[in-house]
């Protein structure tokens, strides 16, 4: 522990979170929202200011989110709740929200910073993991989102890093410690299982099948403790879990692109070409961020040809777990959502780093020059993809427009609740009121909702019809731009 608190690595740690927050701040500030923040805010909201985790900025009558406005059970609770704690210190707004993601992330990051000093024996490293860790494009952009993915991964590799640093001393402790933080980072989101067999497989390496066996009553007690509480939670209204969180499985994100969470599954190696596609090359715009991706794919690579590193049990070790993060989100998560990168760039980043040292042969000086050559092209991908231009160009002229509209009734993504109101202002209805009844006299839909109408033709057909009928007979279009089409009732 003394090795991690000397001087002139607090002043490495601060000078990365200062960056780290820095670089989130401006992502935070700058990208307009969107409809995943507002969903889990609004959820979040209710419970803060009226005591019920109900999601009412949604519609849901007739759909498989029928109930959310009572129980939110289609995400999992531990972010929503911790979201309500926030807004209690800290007050309600979309800064707010993020901001408590880029927390999260900062806490991720120096989870990471501690798991790769353990595991590499080298604070120097571990330093240079950090640094690479605060500066990239991916980790700042997505941690400073407002949906729990920063949360999630926080909570996994914090209990990653708990494990590491007591196992030696207290590994009873270390046992709990680490499954408490594997099954908050669950209780985020069901990527949290990941973790879980991260932590089993460092249990193993470290103590061995049987030492690993005997550790299963520390190991298993936050499970039953927090699946205890869970089920009450969900037994309120166990129709709508069941019919929320089965629906989640393709999700709104699912009907608007028409696959499934699993689709994967069938695809074959085309769903290993989509999910470099589409997840990886399409996590951030500009040649900065997509060199610093391929430079890391070249780490790995490096590390793999490399026999005499293979044969480093510890890199073998970060190897598995690299794998295995891999290999969940390419065959178990076909959206192909770029936020699960928080999960997966990570262990990138310190592969990487192994690889400069050996193609460096752990010159410092080199080591130095290397790690900051990183750290300068991540740099200039933030400037490439930070800037509030998108947010003007197309979120910000919807909210005039709509400043306008004050007293009209509005359908519209939820995340322009954030600039109206979100006590009945808003309802976002992308079947534009077939089951609610509701008539607006403002509709909105962004990108995503026009493709779901695409899809509708032939899953939703009866709506479908409905929906474009109301738009051609009742409405006018009055508006476009890139994201967003605005129609008018006709008078």
């Known amino acids: 522990m003394r090795s991690i608190l000397n001087l002139p690595r607090l002043v490495w740690l601060l000078a990365a979170a200062l960056a780290f927050v820095y670089i989130g701040s401006r992502f935070a500030v700058e990208v307009a929202p969107n409809s995943n923040e507002a969903w889990f805010a609004d959820a979040a909201r209710n419970l803060w200011l009226k005591g019920y985790l109900g999601t009412s900025v949604l519609a849901s009558k007739g759909?498989?989110?029928?109930?959310?406005?009572?129980?939110?059970?289609?995400?999992?609770?531990?972010?929503?709740?911790?979201?309500?704690?926030?807004?209690?210190?800290?007050?309600?707004s979309l800064t707010s929200l993020r901001f408590l993601s880029i927390a999260a992330g900062l806490a991720m990051i120096v989870g990471w910073y501690l798991v790769a000093g353990k595991l590499l024996k080298s604070w120097h490293l571990a330093g240079a993991v950090l640094l690479i860790?605060?500066?990239?494009?991916?980790?700042?952009?997505?941690?400073?989102?407002?949906?729990?993915?920063?949360?999630?991964?926080?909570?996994?590799?914090?209990?990653?890093?708990?494990?590491?640093?007591?196992?030696?001393?207290?590994?009873?402790?270390?046992?709990?410690?680490?499954?408490?933080?594997?099954?908050?980072?669950?209780?985020?989101?069901p990527c949290g299982i990941i973790y879980a067999f991260d932590l089993l497989l460092l249990q193993w390496y470290f103590g061995g099948f049987r030492r690993m066996v005997g550790m299963?009553?520390?190991?298993?007690?936050?499970?039953?403790?927090?699946?205890?509480?869970?089920?009450?939670?969900?037994m309120q209204d166990w129709p709508s879990f069941v019919r929320q969180f089965g629906g989640n499985i393709s999700g709104l994100a699912g009907e608007f692109g028409g696959t499934g969470r699993f689709s994967v599954l069938s695809q074959g190696w085309l769903g290993l070409e989509a999910e470099f596609q589409h997840r990886y090359m399409q996590s951030a715009r500009g040649w900065a961020a997509q060199f610093s991706l391929w430079f890391y794919f070249a780490g790995v690579v490096w590390l793999a040809m490399?026999?005499?590193?293979?044969?480093?049990?510890?890199?073998?070790?970060?190897?598995?777990?690299?794998s295995l993060h891999f290999a969940f989100f390419w065959l178990f998560e076909g959206l192909k959502l770029t936020n699960y990168l928080l999960h997966l760039v990570p262990l990138l980043i310190l592969l990487t780093v192994i690889a400069l040292r050996d193609v460096l042969e752990g010159h410092r000086f080199r080591m130095a020059i290397g790690v900051g050559g990183l750290?300068?092209?991540?740099?200039?991908?933030?400037?490439?993809?930070?800037?509030?231009?998108?947010?003007?160009?197309?979120?910000?002229?919807?909210?005039?427009?709509?400043?306008?509209?004050?007293?009209?009734?509005?359908?519209?993504?939820?995340?322009?609740?954030?600039?109206?109101?979100?006590?009945?202002?808003?309802?976002?209805d992308h079947r534009l009121g077939y089951y609610t009844g509701r008539k607006p006299d403002i509709f909105i839909a962004n990108s995503w909702q026009r493709k779901w109408l695409d899809q509708a033709d032939k899953l939703e057909p009866t709506v479908s019809k409905w929906i474009r009928h109301k738009l051609d007979d009742e409405y006018r279009e009055i508006y476009r731009n890139e994201t967003f089409v605005v129609w008018k009732k006709v008078q």
């Open 306 to 322: 490399r026999s005499g590193l293979r044969k480093q049990r510890r890199i073998r070790l970060l190897f598995a777990m690299g």
């Open 133 to 189: 860790l605060a500066a990239d494009v991916r980790i700042a952009s997505y941690s400073a989102n407002g949906r729990m993915d920063s949360f999630c991964a926080c909570w996994g590799i914090l209990g990653l890093a708990g494990y590491l640093l007591l196992r030696r001393r207290w590994h009873g402790w270390a046992v709990l410690i680490g499954h408490t933080g594997v099954a908050v980072s669950g209780l985020t989101h």
């Open 375 to 428: 750290v300068l092209l991540n740099v200039l991908a933030v400037l490439e993809n930070s800037g509030g231009e998108l947010r003007e160009k197309n979120y910000e002229p919807v909210v005039r427009l709509l400043e306008k509209q004050r007293g009209r009734v509005v359908t519209a993504p939820a995340e322009f609740a954030f600039a109206a109101g979100f006590d009945g202002q808003i309802e976002d």
């Open 216 to 234: 299963w009553a520390w190991g298993s007690a936050p499970y039953v403790v927090f699946g205890a509480a869970f089920s009450v939670w969900v």
């Open 63 to 92: 759909t498989w989110l029928e109930g959310v406005d009572r129980h939110t059970y289609w995400a999992m609770p531990a972010h929503l709740l911790a979201q309500a704690g926030w807004y209690s210190a800290f007050g309600f």
